[in-house]
């Protein structure tokens, strides 16, 4: 059986604990990105919307909506997660789970794949526009494969949300 997103929002929750919607829909993001580059398949199959604050899993949203903060997600379940995506997942984690939901919303506004399905569209604009899995692959290889792109733990974050 194939994962889905409340699976990944599971296992998330289960390494880190508690934290804001906000920021798990940013590290749920930021897996399905990551998995499309290293592991050439996506973890789970619901679409990511550009909503005005970042990528938006809808049917996520609509299962922690009106929550500030969740823990556990009772939908999903951790064991329908492949190995290789736990491996994935994991790296994500070490690599993201520092950041708060501000931090990861700005990241996200300041790359191509959230840029471009909002593109035309006013800052709070509503949208249900899709971020395509090949646009995050194109934009994510590229990243992976530069020797120059700066880590996450180096970013300036003062200059990237004056931007």
């Known amino acids: 059986m194939a994962a889905t997103v409340h699976d990944v929002a599971a296992y998330i929750l289960a390494r880190r604990g508690r934290m804001s919607t906000w920021k798990l829909?940013?590290?749920v993001y930021y897996t399905q990105a990551w998995a499309l580059v290293w592991d050439d398949e996506p973890i789970f199959g619901q679409p990511i919307e550009a909503w005005a604050n970042g990528p938006v899993v809808r049917e996520l949203y609509l299962?922690?909506?009106?929550?500030?903060?969740?823990?556990e997600c009772t939908e999903g379940e951790p064991d329908r997660i492949a190995e290789r995506h736990k491996?994935?997942?994991d790296r994500v984690l070490d690599e993201y789970g520092a950041l708060t939901g501000r931090q990861l919303s700005h990241l996200t506004?300041?790359?191509d794949p959230w840029r471009e399905a909002?593109?035309?569209l006013a800052p709070t604009a509503s949208s249900n526009s899709?971020?395509?899995q090949d646009s995050m692959t194109?934009?994510?290889?590229?990243?992976?494969?530069d020797q120059n792109a700066p880590l996450v733990?180096?970013?300036d974050w003062a200059a990237l949300e004056a931007s």
């Open 118 to 120: 909002r593109k035309g």
């Open 109 to 111: 506004h300041a790359e």
């Open 25 to 27: 829909q940013k590290l």
């Open 130 to 132: 899709e971020i395509t």
């Open 153 to 155: 733990g180096d970013i």
């Open 63 to 71: 299962s922690h909506r009106g929550q500030f903060s969740v823990a």
């Open 87 to 89: 491996d994935t997942i």
């Open 138 to 145: 194109a934009y994510y290889e590229a990243l992976d494969s």
